[in-house]
Nanobody, 124 residues
């Protein structure tokens, strides 16, 4: 069975840091780009970051550029999102998703697999 599981969320004060993990199983992880999306209360889901399959080229939304860092460990079938200088507006449920073509896209409908989200709450 295909599994994607995001973890690492929690409550943090503004200015703090969290590291999210996305664990994958059941598909050829090396071939897939992995994206992080988030959905804040009352808002549509939005793309946050993505990392390509083999060369690991990262992409970031403008709102998180310079504060978030995405990385992947293909040996562990895992992707990480290091989030620094967190702001209250970063509060959301964060999801990871896998895209089989391998390059990154912000188009949610193109992603093949989605994991259950992890809640990040940033207090002011």
């Amino acid at each position: 069975d295909v599994q994607l599981q995001a973890s690492g969320g929690g409550l943090v004060q503004a200015g703090g840091s969290l590291r999210l993990s996305c664990a994958a199983a059941g598909f050829n992880f090396d071939d897939y780009a992995i994206g992080w999306f988030r959905q804040a209360p009352g808002k549509e889901r939005e793309g946050v970051s993505c990392i390509k399959n083999r060369d690991g080229t990262p992409y970031y939304a403008e709102s998180v550029q310079g504060r978030f860092t995405i990385s992947r460990d293909n040996a562990k079938n895992a992707v990480y999102l290091q989030m620094n200088s967190l702001k209250p507006e970063d509060t959301a449920v964060y999801y990871c998703a896998a895209y089989g073509i391998g390059h990154c896209t912000a188009v949610e409908e193109l992603y093949d697999y989605w994991g259950r989200g992890t809640l990040v709450t940033v207090s002011s």
